[in-house]
């Protein structure tokens, strides 16, 4: 069952959130062998990613734009197993990451998002999910 959480974001600002993915115990749940991926669509039924923020093991990777292609000069993904600032490691750390860059390519206006994370056996779990609203940036 995933958590509903809304995202307000700012065209051209840094995006960083972090989580803390825990068990029934709220106890850290080791992400190492895990994967995740996050989209952001106009609506579930659109084909464009708009943004697309992924982990693979130890590699990190973002699009950004409707095009889905990567631009030059961008930095970000998902990281797991990390505190805030991606300065060290933290078990259940999430750390959710789009550069200035990235987010400039972002449309203003109200669009959708989903975070899942796939598990060493396979098995597939949506854990938030949410409008993710755009600002316009005015100062360019």
Do not use: W
């Not at 080791?30 to 093991?57: C, M, P």
């Not at 095009?67 to 490691?89: D, V």
């Not at 206006?109 to 899942?116: I, N, Q, S, V």
């Amino acid at each position: 069952m995933s958590i509903n959480h809304n995202l307000e974001v700012n065209q051209g600002e840094t995006l960083n959130l972090h989580l803390l993915y825990t068990d029934a115990n709220d106890v850290g749940i080791d992400l190492s062998s895990y994967s995740a991926e996050l989209q952001v669509r106009r609506s579930s039924f659109s084909t464009d990613k708009i943004l697309h923020l992924t982990n693979t093991g130890t590699t990190a990777g973002m699009t950004a734009g409707s095009t889905g292609s990567s631009y030059g000069g961008m930095s970000g993904g998902l990281f797991l197993n990390k505190t805030i600032g991606n300065t060290g490691s933290l078990t259940g750390g999430i750390l959710i990451n789009a550069g200035y860059t990235a987010t400039n390519f972002i449309p203003s206006g109200d669009h959708f998002y989903d975070l899942e994370l796939k598990g060493p056996s396979g098995d597939i779990n949506r854990i938030l999910e949410g409008r993710f609203s755009c600002s316009k940036e005015i100062t360019r």
